[in-house]
């Protein structure tokens, strides 16, 4: 863990957040996850009372090692941005897509990138909206890295890692994107030669993903 590096940080919306953490939480660079809600104007959103705001995950990432652009394509590439109520069985306002920017560049690339979209899409309309990010809350501490909680064979893998280090870990991040097996291949594969360590020796080895 280097705290001192110079990271940035995105946030977007694709449907269930407890996804969308671990759609991201496993890429080259990406260095932390936070499930939360953004794009509405509640203050102080929770799940049960999250207003207008939409699911949302923000991505703190290593610029060095991958960019907005690449993680835009990831974007698009897991959900249907052509729905407009939600994901799969995920109904309603709050799942909606959305694309957050910081920035001239950032809503340039996003739009590019949207434009792309609506022109393999044919016929039907690309609800993603982009929006500037004004405030991103995070949830609460049982919506964080839920994938992996939610399996009790990953959550007993950490051990009684405190709540503070599993919102801050990034090989936790890793695991939870393992656990609802949306790692890329070849991080999966990684993951894959390791678990039998990971099971014996726990914390030390995970932290060494
Ligand atoms: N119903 C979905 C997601 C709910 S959500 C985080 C699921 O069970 O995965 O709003």
């Given amino acids: 863990d280097s705290p001192n590096l110079p990271l940035k940080s995105a946030v977007v919306a694709l449907g269930s957040f407890w996804r969308s953490e671990a759609v991201f939480?496993?890429?080259?660079?990406?260095?932390?996850?936070?499930?939360?809600?953004?794009?509405?104007s509640k203050i102080n959103p929770a799940y049960r009372s999250l207003g207008d705001h939409a699911e949302s995950v923000q991505i703190e990432y290593d610029p060095r090692l991958i960019n907005f652009r690449q993680l835009l394509e990831v974007f698009w590439s897991s959900h249907d941005c052509r729905q407009v109520f939600g994901q799969g069985p995920d109904v309603g306002n709050q799942y909606r897509s959305i694309i957050f920017t910081n920035g001239t560049e950032e809503s340039r690339l996003a739009a590019v990138s949207k434009e792309r979209e609506q022109t393999k899409s044919k016929s039907s309309i690309v609800t993603t909206q982009i929006l500037p990010l004004s405030t991103f809350y995070p949830a609460e501490p049982e919506?964080?890295?839920?994938?992996?909680?939610?399996?009790?064979?990953?959550?007993?893998l950490i051990g009684n890692l405190p709540e503070e280090k599993l919102e801050s870990s990034s090989p936790v991040a890793k695991l939870n994107s393992y656990a609802a097996e949306l790692?890329?291949?070849?991080?999966?594969?990684?993951?894959?030669?390791?678990?039998?360590?990971?099971i014996r020796k726990g914390w030390p080895i995970l932290r060494e993903l």
Avoid: M, W
């Avoid at 919506?143 to 009790?152: S, T």
């Avoid at 890329?184 to 390791?194: A, E, H, L, W, Y």
């Fill in 143 to 156: 919506h964080q890295k839920f994938e992996l909680k939610r399996n009790p064979f990953f959550l007993q």
């Fill in 25 to 40: 939480g496993c890429l080259d660079g990406v260095v932390r996850t936070t499930a939360g809600y953004a794009g509405g």
């Fill in 183 to 198: 790692c890329p291949t070849k991080i999966q594969k990684q993951i894959d030669s390791k678990i039998n360590d990971i």
